[in-house]
């Protein structure tokens, strides 16, 4: 079975720092992979995807970057951190061209 | 940008009562999903409705997808403190590569 992982669960950074949020997916070969930004108790802010090894779609322009550097790895970073950068990071993934995502259990991001 | 509206934003209601959440576009989907979240969790799928009209049952859920394939609802009978969490509706369009969320609903039940 298909599971997807992301490391940190929490994090707290200061403004100005550098980031790097990591996701993986198991049992599963060239899945779409997304990066979603969720403000408190509201809907996903889709900020980027990926169908494939160092092709990245961003949806959303901000001093947030992605990378994909191997088929089931996707990660989100930063060079300087922003107060309005704070909040849960869901990383998602998919059959290419498939309708369901599923996610992976968030990265709870604080910028102080 | 195809926005998905659900009312309401927030329902309190106690155990037992019965409720129905929105989801509203003035986009046409191919299909849309509902997610149910908890609090430091990941959304996880609950159902994904495709035809116009389509309604489909998961035990006391009911999701129906509008004829015109722009809105859809949930209805929860006898709501239990199970159910409680945020609510999330997601539409696709075929030959894309992502889904746009609505804006949610956050539900709580009360025993």
Do not use: M
Not at chain 2, 61 to 86: C, E
Request: glycine letters at 10%; one cysteine or more; hydrophobic letters at 35%.
């Amino acid at each position: 079975s298909q599971t997807i992982h992301q490391w940190p669960a929490t994090l707290v950074q200061p403004v100005g720092s550098p980031l790097s949020l990591e996701c993986t997916v198991e049992g599963t070969s060239n899945p779409n992979l997304y990066w979603y930004r969720q403000a408190a108790g509201r809907g996903l802010q889709l900020l980027f995807y990926s169908v494939g090894i160092g092709q990245i779609s961003s949806e959303v322009p901000q001093n947030l970057s992605a990378s994909r550097p191997q088929d089931r790895q996707f990660i989100l970073s930063s060079k300087k951190l922003l107060l309005s950068d704070s909040g849960f990071y869901l990383c998602a993934w998919s059959v290419w061209l498939a309708r369901e995502q599923f996610f992976g259990p968030g990265t709870r991001l604080t910028v102080l | 940008t195809q926005l998905l509206e659900q009312s309401p934003q927030f329902l309190s209601i106690q155990e037992g009562e019965n409720l129905t959440v929105y989801c509203n576009s003035s986009s046409v989907f191919s299909s849309l999903q509902w997610y149910r979240q908890e609090p430091g969790e990941g959304p996880v799928l609950l159902v994904t409705v495709v035809t116009g009209g389509e309604v489909k049952k998961l035990k006391r859920l009911t999701f129906q997808f509008g004829d015109a394939r722009k809105d859809s609802s949930l209805h929860i009978t006898a709501a239990q403190p199970g159910d409680t969490g945020l609510y999330l509706c997601a539409g696709y369009n075929t030959g894309a590569n992502n889904l746009f969320f609505g804006t949610g609903t956050r539900l709580t039940v009360i025993p």
